[in-house]
């Protein structure tokens, strides 16, 4: 069984259910090192002292927050988890909503919790509830030295905390620069788009989708490696001449061709 990463309570009401926190995601991504071009050694950072130029011990390294030019005020790790008080082991739900209603916008990253020392009974019966409710338990939490907004909810058995994005963290989608067309999409146009998307329309399977990027890379790293030059390949240039009716059609028809 995978080890917890923290452990505490979920508060609601009067009501707390002890849980421990586990990973639910892990990435994929291919990680690459930085190394010394001419003979392919390691490259390693290191910390200096800006004023007296030498090169200082981690011990030694603490956390500033700058409150003016070159000047900090510096906390320890005890300080630090001061500012959570008698919060740093628990999450505190405030209300229960539909999972529904929080916009993905929203959303930051996933873990499951599991039931805590003498949690059993009370970890069933929230996420029992919440199951059948179809609702999440959304309130704060305080991990590694940040407080989280969370919704917490039922998921294939089990209860699942997403950390959210506060409402202060989301850049409004009126501040973004977007061309604006000189006449909008003629009806014609709008339902054709609509054919489109309920031709490519399909139940959503996570494991339909591979990471091919991600693939690829590894193709490329394996060819480097055998001796091969790899040569990236020219892109095609965009085609601005096909009017949107014409790419509409054209879409619409590999997408039947296509079997979708």
């Known amino acids: 069984m995978a080890r917890s990463i923290w452990n505490g309570t979920i508060a609601f009401g009067l009501m707390s259910v002890p849980v421990k926190l586990h990973t639910a995601t892990e990435s994929k991504t291919v990680s690459f090192r930085e190394v010394h071009l001419d003979d392919g050694a390691r490259i390693e950072h290191r910390r200096f002292c800006a004023k007296e130029d030498k090169e200082v011990p981690y011990k030694q390294v603490v956390k500033g927050y700058e409150i003016d030019d070159d000047t900090y005020v510096v906390l320890d790790k005890d300080e630090i988890a001061a500012a959570a008080g008698d919060g740093a082991h628990r999450i505190d739900v405030e209300h229960f909503v539909d999972v529904a209603e929080i916009d993905p916008i929203f959303f930051d990253r996933t873990y499951y919790l599991g039931a805590g020392k003498d949690g059993a009974g009370p970890y069933r019966l929230l996420r029992d509830a919440l199951e059948r409710t179809g609702r999440a338990g959304v309130g704060r939490f305080t991990f590694h030295d940040r407080e989280y907004l969370t919704a917490v909810r039922a998921r294939d058995g089990v209860l699942v905390l997403h950390t959210l994005r506060f409402a202060d963290e989301i850049v409004p989608g009126s501040e973004i620069d977007v061309p604006r067309p000189g006449r909008g999409p003629g009806e014609r146009?709008?339902?054709?788009?609509?054919?489109?998307?309920?031709?490519?329309?399909?139940?959503?399977?996570?494991?339909?989708?591979?990471?091919?990027?991600?693939?690829?890379?590894?193709?490329?790293?394996?060819?480097?490696?055998?001796?091969?030059?790899?040569?990236?390949?020219?892109?095609?240039?965009?085609?601005?001449?096909?009017?949107?009716?014409?790419?509409?059609?054209?879409?619409?028809?590999?997408?039947?061709?296509?079997?979708?």
């Open 189 to 260: 146009e709008v339902k054709m788009a609509q054919r489109l998307v309920d031709t490519l329309h399909t139940t959503f399977r996570p494991e339909d989708y591979d990471d091919e990027y991600r693939a690829a890379v590894l193709a490329v790293i394996a060819r480097k490696r055998k001796g091969e030059e790899i040569v990236p390949e020219d892109e095609p240039a965009a085609d601005d001449s096909a009017d949107l009716m014409a790419a509409l059609e054209a879409s619409l028809d590999g997408a039947r061709k296509g079997g979708r």
